[in-house]
């Protein structure tokens, strides 16, 4: 049983609060006065991203695995749980489309049994090797069902598909935002997604490993706009179900980034090439039009400025674990 709203600060639930995006958002909404319930199994997280809330009234923590049931009283809920790069989502494909999946069935059966409003982290990847540039929301996505990124993809094309369901069949309050690349402070240092490993391997004095011949593109938004993007979503009428991308539209090659990545951090890596994965999509941008008008959301932080306050970040990393 929920206690009466007017007797209690709202209450927020967010799944995956202890990775790198989750952490960012528990903090923020603890900071916007809410209660907030954080719920991980640690697979990606750590407890010392959310290290810094563990002593504010605020904030709970419970280790839990969103593919089993979760009985909770909550007002929103933030669908988080899920591994995000490559290498930690490939590592164990059969428990990535359970977590997509499962996961999505179990908060959409909590919201509906407690009325909560909930929003999910849904991906750039459901566009998959996109032919339409920039992305739109309209566009379908090009999706291998079968490849080694398919236990991600498809898994958020279903849980999309499962939050569209419970909206129509049992009037659930959904928002889905579609996420494009995010970086920031908090991200794994081997997390293996391409801007932690380009820091850490300048910082480090290690070759910049380039999969392919780098003239693939990706658009990085950096984690302040993107969760402030969240949360505009989450507070928007409920009219606005989304999906909705949100991502910096400012593309680059990853040779872009890799250049980039030397010049700030003063490195003298060379670049080493090694093959591009399959199914690596050869482009990605974000066409945020709709989050202009609805949200009046648009990044505020270039990439280089970005990266300028991500790199200390790695450098502290560096400094505590490998000197
Ligand atoms: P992350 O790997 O740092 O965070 C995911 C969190 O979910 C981790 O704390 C992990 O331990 C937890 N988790 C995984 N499986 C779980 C399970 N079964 N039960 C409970 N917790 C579980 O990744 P992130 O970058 O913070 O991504 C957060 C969300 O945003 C993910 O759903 C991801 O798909 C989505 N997203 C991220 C990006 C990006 O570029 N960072 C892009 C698109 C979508
Ligand atoms: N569920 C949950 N917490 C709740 C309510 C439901 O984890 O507070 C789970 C429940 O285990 C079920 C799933 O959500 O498997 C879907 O719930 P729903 O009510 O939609 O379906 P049903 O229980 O009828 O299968
Ligand atoms: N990539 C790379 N070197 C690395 C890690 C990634 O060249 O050390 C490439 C990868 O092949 C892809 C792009 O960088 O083309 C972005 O990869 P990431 O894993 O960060 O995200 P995603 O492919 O899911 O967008």
New binding site residues.
């Given amino acids: 049983m929920k206690a009466p709203r007017e007797f209690t600060r709202k209450r927020v639930l967010v ?9 960012h958002l528990c903090t923020q909404l603890v900071a916007r006065g809410a209660d907030v319930l954080c ?8 407890r010392e ?1 959310v290290e810094h809330l563990l002593d504010n009234p605020q904030f709970e923590l419970i280790r ?4 089993f049931p979760l009985y909770v009283e909550v007002d929103e809920i933030y ?7 490559p290498v ?1 989502y490939q590592f164990d494909p059969v ?1 990535t489309t ?2 997509s999946v499962h ?1 999505a069935i179990n908060v959409l059966g909590l919201a509906k049994r407690v009325k909560a409003r909930v929003l999910q ?5 459901v566009y998959g090797d996109p032919v339409v540039h920039p992305q739109t929301e309209e566009y379908w996505g090009n999706v291998n069902p079968i490849g080694i990124r398919s236990c ?1 993809d498809e898994g ?1 094309r279903c849980a999309e598909t499962l939050f569209f369901d419970y909206h129509r069949q049992h009037k659930l309050e959904i928002k889905v935002a ?6 920031g402070p908090k ?2 240092p081997s ?1 293996g ?1 391409v801007v932690s490993n380009f820091i850490m391997q300048a910082l480090l004095g290690r070759d910049i490993t380039i999969y392919g011949d780098g003239s693939q593109t990706r658009s990085f ?1 950096f984690v302040d706009d993107l969760v402030d993007g969240l949360i505009r979503l989450m507070d928007s009428p409920a009219e606005i179900t989304g999906p909705i991308n949100i991502g910096n539209p400012g593309e680059f090659t990853i040779l872009e980034l890799a250049e980039k990545v030397l010049e700030m951090t003063g490195g003298t890596s060379k670049i080493v090439w090694a093959p591009l994965p399959s199914d690596d999509p050869r482009q990605r941008q974000p066409d945020i039009t709709k989050a202009q008008e609805h949200l009046g959301w648009k990044p505020n932080i270039s990439l280089e400025e970005g990266l300028g306050k991500t790199i200390p970040y790695f450098q502290s990393v560096v400094d505590k674990h490998h000197r």
């Fill in positions: 799944t995956g609060g202890a990775g790198f995006i989750g952490s719920v991980d199994n640690y697979y990606t997280g750590t991203n839990h695995d969103v593919t669908n988080l749980a899920c591994p995000a790069s930690h428990q359970k977590t996961g982290a849904s991906t750039s990847e991600y958020k579609r996420i494009f690349n995010t970086y991200m794994h997390d997604r938004c």
